[in-house]
């Protein structure tokens, strides 16, 4: 069944388990033989929280924003085990002899996960003929077994230099992403440790290796992202040339810099059996406190690289206010790395990411567009959004600073957007910009909440410093953020996706957003130069 029209806290658009518990996403493949997404992921339907026996969930979509429901895909071994997280690989030729005619080539999938017991940690392999909906045990497993008992989550893909499917998961413990390359899905060669990089915290959890497109535009001139673009991003680029670098994914719990669980990037190159990170700094992923355990989907349309995160983060994802279900996934996000100025005198690479939210699968309830708007302390501006709204919303806001107004370095020169519950308006999501600090900053705190008052590692602010975005015709800096909303999830994309920062919020039940106040802390500093919010739903 569809999981869009449950309980009123359910998010509309992002995939959340119909029951049970759900942690990290796996398998995640796109089967081209009829143009869906397939998304598994850590499921325990017996219980709201994360207890053994763990299965692997599954959901399908053919839009990303509505998800069929197909239950339990994969079981682990039996009730004191768990089939931990892993990946998906379409085995178009058949290397792994599991397939014959009867099966499309762009439907002969096979996953490798992790079978954990706590007594052991080994990759086991199964393959299904049906499409991805039911799954067939290998008989010889495991298929990769070092007699550890933190060896786990493997992300699988074709590499096509060297014809070699190539396995990364984590020896978690010590700090190793080990590298195993194949040629028929079952049996696995060792090529090599990638050891003590990044943020270590406790240990690392799902690695993952992709090559990404490079886009060498410089992201102003890029003129698809914001409001009006489709799933299809990069296709309508006005990309000048497009090449790759390999970047690594891993995953660190806890030990994350803002508390428990994050994920962390690194750029290099790889060549079929070592990844060589291109310098030794360590960058994060997404600047909020729920975006954990990303992985990237196999066989995706044009080569893109799409990836979804688990919203939420192991220091409090058990006492979430929940009925029936918890957990979410984030929205399907694109990844590219565009150059950037993380400041005046660098330019760099980076990670570009841009949410794939499809209008046409949603309908715009009531939309504003405001443009030349002047912020002063003494007034603010009020939208509303409308009597009913759902709790599902898009906005986006393009701002220029007047670097020069005189300002002391003691004045909190901030802009800020307070977006407001319909039924109780003290209940609000603060999300600003202060100019001294040049940072921005989200405050989830003000809610009636028990759980958001009380568990002190559902910490309420985040910041971030920000580079602008460009420099106006005058020289002033302008600036950008897009954010949807989404229930109890944010997941705000600043200056065209540069960064991100990705965290759950509650207001009390049905308090959706209805109104978003705009206001400024200081006088002539910030003009908003374009406005935009529209109130949605599925
Ligand atoms: C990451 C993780 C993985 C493991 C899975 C268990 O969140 O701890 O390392 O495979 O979750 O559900």
Redesign the pocket.
Known sequence: GSNNTHSPERPLAHLTPSAGWM??PNGLFYDNETSTYHTYY?YNPNDTV?SLP?YWGHASSQDLMTWKDHGVAIEPRDDQS?A??GSIVVDHNNTSGFFNDSTLPGQRIVALY?E?SNTSETQYAAYSLDGGYSFEYYEQNPVLDINSTQF??PKVFWHDETQRWIMAL?L?QEYKVQIYSSENLTSWEFQSNFSHHGILGYQY??PGLAKVPVIHESPSNVTLHGLNSTTNATAQTNVTSVDHKWVMFL?I?PGAPMGG?FNEYFIGDFDGKTFTAQDSATRIFDHGKDF??LQTYSDAPNDDVLGIA?ASN?DYGAYVPAEDYRGSMSLVRNFTLRPYNPNPETTEFTLYSEPLVNYTQLHTNQSMHKTSLELNSDESVLYRLGKYPQGLLEFSVEWKVNATAVLSKRDFADMSLYFKGVKDDEEYLRLGYEHNAAAFFLDRGNSEVEFVNQNPFFTNRVSQNIEPFKIAEDGLPIFKVRGIIDRNLIELFFNDGSSTSTNLFFLSEENYIGAVEITSGVDDVFTILDFDVKQLSV
Do not use: M
Request: aromatic share 22%; net charge negative.
């Open positions: 942690n990290d850590q994360f763990l768990g931990f997280s992790t954990h786990r989550d984590a978690s959890e799902c995953s719990n669980s954990y355990a688990w192991w």
